[in-house]
């Protein structure tokens, strides 16, 4: 009887193992926070094409676009967290949003971080009638024409407008932001003249650098970006500790089983193992990471700190 016992309870201590390593059974949702077309989007779908064939279901991307980003971060904070619901993450949702528009949802308590797939810094870039080579001759050119300069900024509370808010302020500038619908038409007016300066994503500045049409002065990233390997950082130019960067990766909600988010994880990590991989996430400026969910969760606390002081900067205030 005893043994018999014992059976039946080991029986009954395997089943939810057994039940767990037997996920994904059905098509899993990623909800992107974006339209369709640009960067997010692009390492969302890149990403799930990745995860359709290593986990034998398919990866279906969602666009869910509004209010830069909250709408879709709400929708997957509020999901079952069976690992069937994810999100297409990038720095606004969890590490800006919170900082100038009320919320619904925690950025730390809602989500369980699975891996920054990518990253990629910002470029500064001036039109070429601004007499600047380096962010030294910027800085003293604008020094010189206090009030007069002008940079272009995507939207408010964008990471290329905070990104240009925290580096006038490390400067000791000012300079007046010119608010734009999107990095194209800011970066057309840049190149036309209209505007001086940008600090916008890589793959709005590289297709320009040396041209001609635009001076490529910084990156915003601790180290230099593959892509434009002669561009120093702005860290490299007198401003030790400057960075920001913009990542993108996948979170589940809060509750999410730990062994279905590591399954997750690995999967991914494969992927910066893939020389296909990584190829189609530097075509679009993108270096690729697969962080752990604890190097995640630690870049995710760091960058609410630097964006909190980018937003003071920029003298936004929380609507």
Request: hydrophobic share 45%.
């Amino acid at each position: 009887m005893k043994r018999i016992v014992l059976i039946v309870l080991l029986a009954a201590a395997a089943f939810p193992l057994r039940a767990q390593t037997q996920w994904p059974q059905k098509p899993i949702k990623v909800i992107v926070p974006f339209p369709p077309g640009g960067v997010t989007d692009s390492i969302a779908r890149i990403t799930a094409d990745w995860l359709s064939q290593r986990l034998g279901q398919p990866v279906v991307a969602e666009n869910r676009p509004g209010a830069s980003g909250a709408i879709a971060a709400d929708v997957v904070a509020r999901s079952e967290p069976d690992g069937y619901t994810l999100l297409s993450a990038s720095t606004p949702q969890l590490s800006i949003v919170p900082h100038v528009q009320k919320i619904s949802y925690d950025p730390i308590g809602d989500f369980a971080p699975i891996s920054i797939v990518g990253t990629n810094p910002f470029a500064l870039g001036c039109n070429p009638k601004i007499p600047a080579a380096s962010l030294k001759e910027l800085v003293e050119y604008a020094k010189a024409r206090p009030g007069q300069l002008s940079y272009a900024s995507p939207g408010s509370g964008s990471v290329g407008h905070l990104t240009m808010a925290l580096f006038l302020a490390r400067a000791g500038l000012t300079m007046e932001a010119v608010l734009y619908k999107g990095g194209g038409p800011a970066i057309a007016d840049v190149i036309a003249g209209h505007v001086p300066c940008y600090f916008g994503n890589l793959n709005e500045i590289i297709p320009h650098a040396g041209s001609g049409r635009l001076n490529v002065l910084a990156v915003s990233g601790e180290a230099r970006a593959p892509q434009l390997p002669q561009v120093p950082t702005v860290a490299e130019q007198g401003y030790p500790g400057f960075r920001t960067v913009t990542w993108n990766g996948y979170v589940a909600p809060a509750a999410t089983p730990k062994d279905i988010v590591e399954r997750l994880a690995r999967e991914i990590g494969a992927a910066c193992r893939d020389a296909a991989f990584t190829g189609r996430l530097d075509k679009i400026g993108v270096d690729a990471v697969c962080s752990t969910p604890a190097e995640f969760q630690k870049a995710l606390r760091e960058d609410l700190q630097i964006w909190k002081e980018a937003v003071h900067a920029a003298g936004i205030t929380r609507q």
